[in-house]
């Protein structure tokens, strides 16, 4: 912060140079003088309040001059609002008159915003509150600029205020008296401060400088050079949102993977997945709008600028300075209305590595968010008047690609296979039902299971009905052998087809802890010097199946709803659902460890999703059912089951079954791995054990593997079992599990609620 010395001395030759700003100066001194003239009424005008908002001849605002504000000229509430800022007595405190000022400027743009304006005009609104308080701001509207003058005038840590750096040059240089050039002269002080602020902050002279806020606020932007500029914006839903998002984050300091957990936490960005917000930070700290400091990310000037002004003109700014080939868009609309495809095969032209349109429609989607173009009254698209403002302030020779001859030896081209759309012509046609019904009977392993006609016929349809979603959660009891049922479907299809089980085929187990699609796609690490992407197993699937579209591939989630499916399966929901969806995997327009920024929906992708419905798992909502095909497997046929074993032991199974009869009304049965390994248990002892060692091993394998199932709420049904299970295993000699359950039943009387571990 300058001492009071050094901000006279500053004073003195700012007040009488720049010469160039005496016509600025003078038009300024002018409209203060009108608006001083007018009394309330005249004032209250339409005339009058539309000249207000557009004074231009305190400084222009840049693109935010194109925000319509024409409703507000006649609101009745905006207009008194703004003619009373003129007779309300304001606090005596400068803090406190600059709180209050700040609460009514926020209250009107507020009903600006809400009834005549898309945009906050922001800008426009603080330019009229300096024209009718001259005495509490200063002529600067850019936060950037605006908080290098609060640097140089207020002590650190101060948020940046006109108003009190207005009463810090009153407290320095005496009151402005009642004239209104004093005013002038100490708000265009203000920019010439803001305009030295490097040669100040350094000691040095101050330069002369000659450029009026007007020329200043057109002046031509110095693009980066092709080789240096960033090629693309990936562009998320509600893309300004979160960046800006991540900027306010960032305002104290966080850690990058903190950040990344607080904006998971926002319902607006959930469903994007860490390696996708990872990308899009690392983009917001390319354009200067964070940056690093130790092991913590910080907002920068500009990034403040962006969350202080309704119009994002900082980003716009920078997308056109750093980003190729952004301001190659705007120069192509200038010439008139363009439609959408001949947009995308221009940006292919002059970015030739753009070889799909998701790159050019994905910065035409940022122009359309920043207010830049608009849909054309016939048909297109066209510049509105903020995307003629900034097209107006590009060079005329704007950077460009080198020739694509030029670089086609270059390491950084992938020779990636091709990944296409077209549909699906089998090389060998796939196996019919009949055939696949006739691989599970004869085949040694697929044969043991219980699988009823009805239920493979099933399967078979439900993934052949519909190529766009070959998609199906086989839900029921657990240990029923639903995974195992449909890696057995896919072994056998791929054995037919001739095609190795391994490439084909991926078993992936959903952990609990999946928020994101990075459990199944993987994720970029974007914050390396060179960005990498880990691929998961089913990644690696479904590049395989949609680069080779004749061939079938399986993809097995077991037990999908220990994680929310809403969550780390959207992608894959909503590219299931549409004729030409894409999968997206990062935000890159290039390539990155072969793993390319979308592939086309695979038609040729079976999914299947075991589902097992306990208080350990999650619902699924209808986003999910709607696009699945739901097989129950609740039927456990233990007859059959017995009949598949090599070595039969009629004692268990008439114990299973019996035991199973009973719990089954109550849905606390058993399925098949269970009745299995009791049988494995009591063989592996022997033959030659005795029969009360039997009796003793007997009563063991069901308080070890068919008790602790038993959970639930006190109901006449439930008490039933109990007491049936009781006595049956009592008559057995089953005693251990006799009393366990005659425990669990006094529990159930007790509290209401039963349960193996109380």
Excluded at 302 to 313: F, I, M, T
Excluded at 383 to 394: F, N, P, Q, Y
Aim: aromatic share 10%; glycine share 6%; hydrophobic share 40%.
């Amino acid at each position: 912060m300058l001492n009071d010395g050094q901000v006279r001395e500053l004073y003195a030759e700012g007040r009488f140079a720049p010469k160039e700003w005496t016509r600025w100066q003078e038009n300024y001194l002018q409209f203060l003088n009108w608006v001083q003239s007018q009394n309330d009424a005249e004032l209250r005008s339409p005339a009058s309040q539309e000249r207000l908002w557009r004074a231009r001849d305190i400084t222009p605002v840049g693109p935010g001059e194109s925000v319509n504000v024409t409703g507000a000229f006649t609101d009745p509430e905006i207009v008194e609002g703004l003619v009373s800022l003129r007779k309300t007595s304001w606090p005596q405190d400068a803090t406190s008159r600059a709180e209050a000022i700040q609460e009514e400027g926020d209250r009107i743009l507020r009903l600006v915003r809400e009834r005549h304006s898309k945009r906050q005009p922001y800008a426009r609104m603080w330019r009229a509150f300096a024209a009718l308080l001259p005495s509490e701001f200063h002529c600067i509207f850019r936060y950037d600029a605006h908080v290098r003058t609060a640097r140089l005038l207020l002590p650190e840590g101060t948020r940046p205020s006109h108003v009190l750096i207005r009463a810090r040059l009153r407290d320095v240089l005496g009151p402005e008296g009642n004239e209104l050039s004093e005013h002038v002269l100490r708000s265009t002080f203000c920019w010439w401060l803001h305009e030295q602020f490097d040669a100040i902050s350094h000691g040095t002279t101050p330069l002369s400088s000659t450029a009026t806020s007007e020329e200043r606020a057109n002046s031509v932007l110095t693009l980066w050079p092709f080789g240096k500029q960033y090629k693309g914006n990936s562009s998320p839903r509600n893309g300004l949102e979160l960046y800006r998002r991540i900027v306010q984050a960032c305002l104290s300091g966080t850690p990058r993977a903190e950040l990344v957990e607080t904006l998971k936490s926002s319902p607006e960005f959930s469903a994007q997945s860490s390696a996708a917000l990872r990308l899009h930070i690392s983009r917001v700290a390319s354009l200067g709008l964070i940056e690093a400091r130790g092991d913590l990310l910080h907002s920068t000037d500009a990034g403040e600028n962006l969350l202080e002004s309704d119009a994002p003109d900082i980003l716009v700014e920078r997308l056109l300075e750093r980003v190729f080939p952004f301001a190659g868009l705007l120069r192509l609309l200038s010439a008139g209305p363009t439609t959408a495809s001949k947009i995308y095969q221009h940006l292919q032209f002059i970015y030739p590595k753009w070889t799909e349109t998701m790159g050019p429609a994905q910065l035409a989607t940022w122009a359309k968010s920043l207010d830049l173009i608009e849909p054309a009254p016939g048909g297109g698209y066209q510049l509105t008047a903020a995307g003629k403002d900034w097209e107006r302030r590009l060079p005329k020779v704007l950077p460009a690609a080198p020739k694509l001859e030029e670089t086609e030896d270059s390491d950084d081209i992938l020779d990636l296979p091709s990944v296409t759309s077209a549909p699906i012509v089998a090389a060998t046609p796939w196996p019919a039902f009949e055939r696949m019904r006739q691989a599970f009977a004869e085949d040694s392993t697929a044969k043991t299971f219980v699988l009823q006609d009805i239920q493979l016929r099933t399967l078979h349809l439900a993934w052949h009905c519909n190529p766009q979603r070959r998609f199906v959660l086989l839900a029921g009891l657990s240990g029923t052998g639903k995974t195992a049922i449909v890696r057995q479907y896919a072994r056998l299809y791929c054995q037919f087809l001739g095609l190795p089980t391994d490439d084909h085929v991926a078993v992936v187990p959903v952990s609990p802890d999946w928020r994101d699609p990075s459990g199944l796609i993987g994720y970029l690490n974007a914050l390396h010097a060179e960005p990498t992407f880990q691929a998961e197993p089913a990644l690696r699937l479904i590049l395989r199946a949609a680069r080779n579209p004749s061939h079938p591939y399986f993809l097995i989630l077991d037990e999908m709803n220990l994680a929310r499916a809403e969550q780390y399966f959207a992608p894959f929901l909503s590219a299931m659902e549409q004729d030409q969806g894409r999968l997206y995997f990062h935000g890159s327009d290039e390539p990155i460890n072969d793993v390319p920024p979308s592939v086309p929906w695979p038609k040729n992708l079976f999914i299947a999703g075991t589902v097992n419905m306990d208080e350990t798992t999650h619902p699924f909502s209808d986003k999910v059912i709607d696009r699945a095909f739901t097989m129950e497997f609740w039927e456990v046929h233990l007859q059959d089951f017995f009949q598949r074993q090599e070595q039969r032991q009629p004692e268990v199974e008439q114990l299973l079954e019996a035991l199973h009869g009973i719990l089954k009304p109550s849905r606390r049965h058993f399925g098949y791995r269970t009745a299995a390994e009791v049988l494995a248990f009591i063989a592996a002892a022997g033959p030659e054990v005795s029969p009360s060692l039997r009796i003793e091993l007997l009563d063991q394998a069901v308080f070890s593997k068919i008790l602790p199932r038993i959970r639930g709420e006190q109901s006449a049904a439930f008490e039933a079992m109990h007491q049936a299970l009781g006595a049956h295993c009592e008559s057995l000699g089953l005693h251990r599990s006799a009393a366990k359950v005659r425990q669990m039943y006094a529990t159930l009387q007790a509290t209401g609620i039963s349960r193996f571990w109380s």
